[in-house]
T-cell receptor
């Protein structure tokens, strides 16, 4: 168990709908990262929050948004869903080592858009 | 951006065999991690190893940062070792620690 909690584990929804994925980082970790794993794109970084503020942005679509709340949990909102958004979405939090950071991943949310 | 290449892309082993997985990266990094994605999709941390050598049971890893590569050794493989092994790095000048993943090595261990 990595200590990062993601809900729900599975989600099936229709095209055009909106969903919210939730993540609780490990106790004490201030950073939350969201990644998408799809068959054609592999594992890709979407967005990072640090202590409530957006820190870095990757290839995140405009239809997607995220936020981190004062209790440090984060939500990833996906709207106007398309078939191609079907993927495994991971949340991670990180611990700082001297010179770098080590990431720990949640179990993922498997999103299926039908 | 930084490129991460893993080899081989696929590997089939008999139980008990040893294997070496390789990860090459194109720029200086301050983080390198190896993960195992099991058949249920979970990403399990194996090693945080930006440089040097570490061992954990039947697994060990070595990163030679100056030559921009890392190796993951699996000895006496078991069927439970099956899955995809990912190498991921973050750049030395990167703010925040976002990881860039390789495409993975898919390992299948046959009984």
């Amino acid at each position: 168990d990595s200590g990062v909690t993601q809900t729900p584990k599975h989600l099936i929804t229709a095209t055009g709908q909106r969903v919210t994925l939730r993540c609780s980082p490990r106790s004490g970790d201030l950073s939350v990262y969201w990644y998408q794993q799809s068959l054609d794109q592999g594992l890709q970084f979407l967005i990072q929050y640090y202590n409530g503020e957006e820190r870095a942005k990757g290839n995140i679509l405009e239809r997607f948004s995220a936020q981190q709340f004062p209790d440090l949990h984060s939500e990833l909102n996906l709207s106007s869903l398309e078939l191609g958004d079907s993927a495994l979405y991971f949340c991670a939090s990180s611990v700082v080592h001297r010179g770098g950071t080590e990431a720990f991943f949640g179990q993922g949310t498997r999103l299926t858009v039908v | 951006g930084i490129q991460v290449e893993q080899s081989p892309p696929d590997l089939i082993l008999q139980e008990g065999a040893n294997s070496t997985l390789r990860c090459n990266f194109s720029d200086s990094v301050n983080n390198l991690q190896w993960f195992h994605q099991n058949p249920w999709g979970q990403l399990i941390n194996l090693f945080y190893i930006p440089s040097g050598t570490k061992q954990n049971g039947r697994l060990s890893a070595t990163t030679v940062a100056t030559e921009r590569y890392s190796l993951l050794y699996i000895s006496s493989s078991q069927t439970t070792d099956s899955g995809v092994y990912f190498c991921a790095v973050s750049r030395r000048d990167n703010q925040g620690g976002k990881l860039i993943f390789g495409q993975g090595t898919e390992l299948s261990v046959k009984p």
